[in-house]
């Protein structure tokens, strides 16, 4: 069965970079896309962008542009999502989803991962 | 830039049947996928290419996409429909939310 396992919470401090980890399982990693999206607290779904696991292709949303980087380990199966320059309203909780690409849906979630920033 | 616009809150009686709209800029155009989000998990995709159901997604589960407005159709409402949903599209080069709407089953 397809799975996405996703690093633990993190809390960092504003400045600062986290990077989170979405490894998959289930399925030719290589064949799909990962798309990375947040959810503030209590607040709705913000895709953050789309990286291709069989090239390394990438599509950032433009609010982040500069400040994240996706990548991806084929020999793990295992995206990335690397945010820099946190602030507090980065506080959210960050999931990865397979995605194949353009209007594709994203039809497995991982477990998401919390990251809080805070001084 | 292109914007989904969902009510933010539609209430049901168990039994009946709830619909949630998702309103844009000739949507139906588009291809809409729908997600359920309950508390503290995980959104769940719902209906996909506008009216496909994944497998395992009850048949009361339904969607529609025509104009300006797509539309998720949750026929016998169970309390165990209520929940957060959130509509999708994908729009030059980006993928896009409606911001959401809760479901509160009476």
Known sequence: QVQLVQSGAEVKKPGASVK?????SGYTFTSYGISWVRQAPGQGLEWMGWIS???GNTNYAQKL????????????????????SLRSDDTAVYYCAR????????NYWGQGT???VSS | SY???????????????????CGGNNIGSKSVHWYQQKPGQAPVLVVYDDSDRPSGIPERFS?????NTATLTISRVEAGDEADYYCQVWDSSSDLFGGGTKLTVL
Do not use: F, H
């Open chain 1, 65 to 84: 542009q500069g400040r994240v980087t996706m990548t991806t380990d084929t020999s793990t199966s295992t995206a990335y999502m690397e945010l820099r």
């Open chain 2, 63 to 67: 969607g529609s996409n025509s104009g």
């Open chain 1, 20 to 24: 989170v980890s979405c490894k998959a």
């Open chain 1, 114 to 116: 919390l990251v809080t």
């Open chain 2, 3 to 21: 914007v989904l616009t969902q009510p933010p809150s539609v209430s049901v009686a168990p039994g009946k049947t709830a619909r949630i709209t």
């Open chain 1, 53 to 55: 696991a069989y090239n």
């Open chain 1, 99 to 106: 995605d194949r690409t353009g209007d594709a849906p994203m």
